[in-house]
């Protein structure tokens, strides 16, 4: 008889050993980003993801969150995740051109989509299956983790008439936008960003390019460059989640199901958030500053800022066969899109307008 | 020994049963829908949101989702909600206006917020805090479900070039948008969907409004009626998730979390859909019936309608104290929120046409 409990408590001990075991196995995933956690609506995805996680899985899947004043790293997302010494990343695609030049077309390019129509192209066009290819090269998944909307085209100390005027100009604009204005005659220069609102203030550089009125007010260009540009370059730039392709892989289902919903809720968050600082922050901005002038670059210099994009895209889309696959997807896609967007968007946003004009 | 060894084996049969227990207890909700379960993209959300609640629950959060084929109720949802026959609802806001005007400011209003300018407001304005105040009223919480983007104006017979073509006109078009058209002297009829197609061929009706492409096509008002005129009367019509507050409040921490980050998700992903939907529709629809004319409302035409709906919204407000203090805070992010949507995403959509206007 003892022997037959000991057997029933072997048997029970062993039961509660593995549910309880289940249970406390907890998944710890190391997350980096490209940006200061402090950097909000930018750093807001990643936070609140975490945070998710750790409510869906009743606190068994944990997300550290480490922003760049931790990593040291902020352009080290891509191998760090890629290398899975981090599972996960929350960066942008187009930091990484020098690594592949096709990444350029998951964040945004300039005269593209808006964030609307990239979206569609991501999850209903061959965006995310274009995503999926190019990012499996290097063993990792990628996942839209929030827009910006579109961008301003930046703050300036004086009014650009013509394209002459921007020969020589000092300008601080990176990446694919910076190739575009070297063209065109630009200085383009790379500043930090605890340097620019002193460079700007001084005339070292005459022009810059940031985000947008939320993210734009807390480096105070708008005290020292009045003309504010509306936008071309980057017209919805997407954050990017990575996640390492065989750690995702291990996951039960219903962690991946998790992150994927997650990561789609935070992504939608974030333009919002974004969207919402922005409204408040020109608020502000224009009271204590009422000489801020809202200008578009006049049509010659956005004529020749289209062509001089299109240059620096062929060029690449010569070189590199994926490239080109991918941007004449994009183009197509994009250009059936914009016909819908101009049909709903567009064309109320002008009626209202015309309506308010005319009380 | 036996003694304490049947302690033992008691102690541990009851953390077995009450572990296993636990895990095998299934919640089961029941979800009703204001439109048939075949009508994508407005019927996506909650059958997507069925499907990642049971993967992230691993299959213990099971929602039957019901499609106003099943339930016969289309319009009923607000009262099986309400009534906890169905803990989750999938419908709009403003079909409830009968029983309660201000429900009308969580959907659309004629001349409103644009989807991005209202999901701020949602979320970061004072949106939400109203949305929960006005359905705490009736035992329920309610969550933005999916937008469909800027509707078109609808589908003429005839041009519109004045007010007074509007007189007299025969016009399918609910809501609230109804009552601003009877204003203009429209007629507006009511007449099921299912008649639709039958009464615009015909000439029974001269014109009506649907959503936009993507859900038009399937109706196949552009092959009888070839004006298809530009939105002013629904800028941004958001689903609602309805769900039984009591029922929610039952819930442990991890399925609020999965249910609230879940209907995030598959609200983003509706506009998405619907928006891919409507640029795939848009060419098949021109590319077969080339006589198709996109028009936007003669400029007088567009005050009369902007004039007639500030006289609706203030006839309410007139009688509702609630409904005053959400239109104001409305009105006020509006005015604000418009002014950023115009300096970004309007002026960037203005420049691209420019540009490609003049290769």
């Given at each position: 008889m003892r022997r037959y409990l000991s057997g029933i408590i072997a048997v029970l001990a062993v039961m509660v050993l593995t549910s309880s075991s289940l249970q406390a196995k907890k998944i710890r995933w190391r997350l980096a980003m490209s940006w200061?956690?402090?950097?909000?609506?930018?750093s807001s995805p990643a936070i609140k993801l975490a945070k998710y996680m750790k409510e869906m899985s009743?606190?068994?899947?944990?997300?550290?969150?480490?922003?760049?004043?931790?990593?040291?790293?902020?352009?080290?997302?891509?191998?760090?995740?890629?290398?899975?010494?981090?599972?996960?990343?929350?960066?942008?695609?187009?930091?990484?051109?020098?690594?592949?030049?096709?990444?350029?077309w998951f964040t945004t390019v300039p005269w593209g989509m808006?964030?609307?129509?990239?979206?569609?192209?991501?999850?209903?066009?061959?965006?995310?299956?274009?995503?999926?290819?190019?990012?499996?090269?290097?063993?990792?998944?990628?996942?839209?983790?929030?827009?910006?909307?579109?961008?301003?085209?930046?703050?300036?100390?004086?009014?650009?008439?013509?394209?002459?005027?921007?020969?020589?100009?000092?300008?601080?604009?990176?990446?694919?936008?910076?190739k575009v204005m070297a063209k065109l005659g630009v200085s383009v220069v790379n500043i930090p960003g605890g340097e620019l609102y002193t460079s700007l203030d001084r005339g070292t550089i005459d022009a810059l390019e940031w985000v947008g009125p939320g993210m734009d007010i807390k480096m105070g260009f708008y005290k020292v460059a009045p003309y504010y540009y509306t936008g071309w370059h980057e017209p919805g730039a997407?954050?990017?989640?990575?996640?390492?392709?065989?750690?995702?892989?291990?996951?039960?289902?219903?962690?991946?199901?998790?992150?994927?919903?997650?990561?789609?809720?935070?992504?939608?968050?974030?333009?919002?958030?974004?969207?919402?600082?922005?409204?408040?922050?020109?608020?502000?901005?224009?009271?204590e500053m009422p000489n801020i002038k809202v200008k578009t670059f006049p049509i010659s210099v956005?004529?020749?800022?289209?062509?001089?994009?299109?240059?620096?895209?062929?060029?690449?889309?010569?070189?590199?066969?994926?490239?080109?696959?991918?941007?004449?997807?994009?183009?197509?896609?994009?250009?059936?899109a914009r016909v819908w967007t101009m049909m709903s968007e567009y064309y109320y946003l002008k009626a209202s307008q015309e309506v308010q004009n005319v009380k």
């Open positions: 200061p956690t402090s950097l909000t609506p930018i009743d606190g068994k899947f944990i997300i550290k969150v480490e922003g760049a004043e931790k990593t040291k790293a902020a352009l080290g997302v891509f191998d760090m995740v890629k290398g899975g010494s981090y599972q996960m990343g929350h960066t942008t695609s187009y930091f990484y051109i020098g690594k592949d030049p096709s990444l350029v808006t964030k609307d129509e990239q979206y569609a192209w991501f999850y209903y066009g061959n965006g995310m299956k274009y995503m999926k290819k190019v990012y499996a090269k290097y063993g990792m998944l990628a996942f839209p983790g929030g827009n910006t909307g579109v961008q301003m085209g930046g703050w300036f100390r004086k009014e650009i008439k013509s394209v002459d005027d921007l020969k020589g100009l000092k300008m601080r604009i990176p990446g694919f936008a910076g997407e954050a990017l989640f990575y996640v390492n392709k065989k750690a995702f892989e291990k996951l039960p289902q219903k962690y991946k199901t998790m992150l994927v919903t997650g990561m789609k809720a935070v992504a939608a968050d974030m333009f919002m958030e974004n969207f919402a600082d922005s409204v408040t922050a020109w608020q502000k901005m224009i009271k956005l004529k020749a800022m289209k062509k001089a994009t299109d240059e620096v895209l062929n060029e690449y889309a010569a070189k590199d066969p994926t490239f080109k696959e991918i941007m004449n997807d994009y183009m197509s896609y994009q250009k059936k």
